[in-house]
């Protein structure tokens, strides 16, 4: 059984850092592409970054130049540095991340780890 769990969220001022982890817990798989998304309340859940297996990323305008998106495939992780934090970046944020196994290939979401910015 997979699972992803996610950590490090919270409350932070704005201009604040935060950093988020999802690990990959499971056997008898390989991970591909991972990704980060958000959900404010009242709004729909959006990408935020992603992350290829060999490590190419991509990220919603938004956060350019303040959230870095990386991975440690060892130890089957993937991370979302948060830096210069505004308070419309509250939001939950889920990892998502595409896993294979051996004759079939499916997505999966972690629980969400709230981000609380204040002004």
């Known amino acids: 059984q997979v699972q992803l769990v996610e950590s490090g969220g919270g409350l932070v001022q704005a201009g604040g850092s935060l950093r988020l982890s999802c690990a990959v817990s499971?056997?008898?798989?390989?991970?591909?592409?991972m990704r980060w998304y958000r959900q404010a309340p009242g709004k729909q859940r959006e990408l935020v970054a992603g992350?290829?297996?060999?490590?190419?990323?991509n990220y919603v305008d938004v956060v350019v130049g303040r959230f870095t998106i990386s991975r440690d495939n060892a130890k089957n992780t993937v991370y979302l540095q948060m830096s210069s934090l505004k308070p419309e970046d509250t939001a939950v944020y889920y990892c998502?991340?595409?896993?294979?196994?051996?004759?079939?290939?499916?997505?999966?979401w972690g629980q969400g780890t709230q981000v609380t910015v204040s002004s």
């Open positions: 992350i290829t297996t060999g490590g190419t990323t």
């Open positions: 998502n991340a595409d896993i294979s196994f051996p004759f079939r290939r499916r997505e999966y």
């Open positions: 499971g056997s008898s798989f390989s991970i591909n592409n």
